[in-house]
């Protein structure tokens, strides 16, 4: 395991895979006709569904009513119609209905030490009990959390607690344009920034640009940029044609690759983007909104050894709790953020009723506690590790194009390549369609048999997950992929 500089803990990616491996099983996939599960098959596994999860779908049939789709999260699997949960405990979560599943959502993968966590539980209720969740005055969870932030993330030397990560990235991206007085924003496509004006640019599939800008006037992104992922040599044609229209106020990237690494990046990729931004005087951005903790305390900055000027924060920084938000950065970046007014500073405005609001900076002090005092990054990771390996195995037995691969605890399993599509080729576009409803058929067929993923295709590992979970969860896996079309 990799030592990080500010902690004795370790990272949770216990090898680097090789990126040009995988982008080549990814090429063989998409240009490979589908292997969807067999019809005979798939009518058992959705018939799961009607005869075992009545009451979750009498409920939402009575959500439809009241809320567009009959759900709220983006995250929630809703083919054949979405499942209502009762409780999550550790590694497992159970629906209204009793049925019981082996949890790799991890609400998107802010729970890295197990769904409803009981130490940081029992801290939390102190909280409110003592103050209540919101005060609107400063609370002294405020300035721990940041403390230990800091502590393991020097280049953190100030942050500022917001409501979610669409947030902080709205702060980082004014802040960047306040401090440096440039306007261009450049991403890496397919990425996920949130859902803010400028950021629905470029979305799931590099080169959409504003596909899915619905109800977003096109000059709200006219100063957002894409470049390909590990396209170094695009990134440099951007940041060399603006520096005649004004330059670059920062460059942003997940820093695993889009999409929480669904399209890695190579390892010395953001060695390379920290480079260019150096070169062309812009400011690099982290979104570590997943990464930051999961890939170990000093979060992927920490693993690469490559200081942002600016991170994003989200998800574990209020330890799964709700408003999970957060920027931090260079001190004189970062001071363009101070509360109130002064006159003749510029300040980037930003605010939030629920930011910084003593529960959420609870959770997220005790979580980084448990996560010093447990080494669970590590220990999710090596999960991680040991899941992809058995799904490996499972794929080689039945001789499947599919692909399987993790960075640590965050976990990818590429079945229909909807997400893989390079929209520049002919005919990418009429493949969007069948990809992706193969891809909704294997994610209800893994939770027919008794595992919940994101989407189908991503898999998220906690501290919870022991062997014998993981011995369950293959089981399962392998039941699905032996049911695949020959």
Same mark, same amino acid.
């Given at each position: 395991m990799v030592k990080q500089n500010? @902690?004795?803990?370790?990272?949770? !990616? @216990?090898?680097? $895979?090789?990126?040009?491996? !995988? =982008?080549?099983?990814?090429?063989?996939? &998409?240009?490979s006709p589908m292997r969807p599960i067999r019809r005979e098959r798939m009518e058992e596994y959705l018939d799961y569904f009607e005869t075992r999860c009545t009451r979750s779908k009498e409920l939402t049939e009575q959500a439809k009513q009241l809320i567009p789709g009959g759900v709220q999260h983006n995250l929630a699997f809703n083919y054949p119609f979405p499942l209502c949960v009762k409780k999550v405990d550790g590694a497992y979560m159970w629906d209204v209905d009793g049925n019981r599943y082996v949890d790799f959502l991890q609400a998107g993968g802010p729970t890295l030490l197990g769904s409803n966590y009981k130490p940081v539980q029992e801290k939390v209720v102190e909280v409110i009990r003592e103050c209540g969740p919101v005060t609107?005055?400063?609370?002294?969870?405020?300035?721990?959390?940041?403390?230990? !932030?800091?502590?393991?993330? $020097?280049?953190?030397?100030?942050?500022?607690?917001?409501?979610?990560g669409t947030e902080s990235v709205m702060a980082a991206i004014r802040a960047a344009r306040t401090f440096s007085g440039k306007k261009k924003i450049i991403k890496v496509g397919g990425a996920y920034h949130g859902w803010s004006d400028q950021m629905v640019y470029g979305l799931h599939l590099p080169g959409t640009g504003t596909f899915e800008a619905h109800g977003i006037p096109h000059g709200c992104s006219e100063n957002t940029q894409e470049f390909f992922p590990n396209d170094i040599d695009g990134l440099r044609g951007l940041l060399e044609k603006n520096t005649g229209q004004g330059g670059t106020a920062a460059v942003i990237v997940e820093p695993l690759g889009p999409e929480s690494g669904t399209r890695p990046v190579r390892r010395d990729f953001n060695r390379q983007v920290r480079d260019l931004c150096d070169e062309f005087e812009a400011l690099l951005i982290f979104d570590e909104v997943v990464t930051g903790f999961r890939l170990g305390l000093g979060g992927a900055q920490g693993y690469f050894n490559v200081k942002p000027d600016l991170t994003i924060f989200g998800k574990f920084v209020a330890g799964g709790y709700p408003a999970a938000g957060g920027l931090g950065g260079r001190r004189d970046v970062m001071a363009c953020l101070a509360a109130g007014v002064e006159a003749g500073k510029k300040r980037a405005y930003v605010g939030g009723t629920l930011s910084a609001n003593p529960l959420s900076c609870a959770a997220g002090y005790y979580s980084i506690l448990e =996560?010093?005092?447990?080494?669970?990054?590590?220990?999710?990771?090596?999960?991680?590790?040991? =899941?992809?390996?058995?799904?490996?195995?499972? !794929?080689?037995?039945?001789d499947l $194009?599919? &692909? &399987?691969?993790?960075?640590? @605890?965050?976990?990818h399993l590429e079945t229909s390549g909807v997400m893989l599509l390079n929209i520049m080729e002919p005919g990418a576009l009429q493949q969007i369609g069948p990809r992706k409803f193969m891809m909704e058929e294997m994610g209800a067929a893994f939770m027919a048999e008794g595992i919940v993923t994101l989407a189908g295709s991503r898999l998220y590992t906690s501290m919870a997950v022991s062997d014998e979970v993981i011995e369950e969860a293959l089981a399962g896996f392998d039941r699905v992929l032996g049911s695949v079309e020959a």
């Open positions: 500010a @902690s004795t803990q370790e990272y949770a !990616i @216990s090898h680097w $895979p090789d990126t040009d491996e !995988i =982008l080549a099983k990814f090429d063989r996939l &998409v240009k609107g005055l400063f609370h002294e969870y405020e300035y721990k959390l940041a403390q230990l !932030i800091n502590k393991h993330m $020097p280049a953190v030397e100030m942050f500022r607690m917001l409501g979610s =996560l010093e005092r447990t080494n669970g990054a590590v220990k999710a990771g090596q999960a991680g590790d040991k =899941l992809c390996q058995g799904i490996q195995e499972i !794929i080689e037995k039945y $194009p599919f &692909v &399987v691969f993790n960075h640590g @605890s965050i976990c």
